[in-house]
């Protein structure tokens, strides 16, 4: 069984961070790319972060850039996102994904997901 587990969310104010985590088993995480994306009621889903399977390599939705930083730490099989300067239209469900998508197409496809961690940015 493919689980995501994902933790860190709760309630900052505007201009707080917190830092997300989101720990992978049953499948071969250094085989993965490992994206964030986030959901708010009656609203698509929208892409957050993404980072290649050895690291490094990185993108970001242009409204989190420069404020949000995707990392993975292969060893432990966990994929982090620390968020900085944090704003009310931050406010979502936030979703950890595994993709095998080739890194060079434009969208991820993710294969597995986890069932999300709530984030509320208060005024």
């Known amino acids: 069984q493919v689980q995501l587990v994902e933790s860190g969310g709760g309630l900052v104010q505007a201009g707080g961070s917190l830092r997300l985590s989101c720990a992978a088993s049953g499948l071969t995480f250094r085989d993965h790319h490992m994206d964030w994306f986030r959901q708010d009621p009656g609203k698509e889903r929208e892409f957050v972060a993404r980072?290649?399977?050895?690291?490094?390599?990185?993108q970001y939705a242009d409204s989190v850039k420069g404020r949000f930083t995707i990392s993975r730490d292969n060893a432990k099989n966990t994929v982090y996102l620390q968020m900085n300067g944090l704003k009310p239209e931050d406010t979502a469900v936030y979703y950890c994904a595994a993709d095998r998508s080739p890194w060079i197409i434009t969208t991820p496809r993710p294969a597995y997901w986890g069932q999300g961690t709530r984030v509320t940015v208060s005024s």
């Open positions: 980072i290649r399977k050895i690291g490094g390599n990185t």
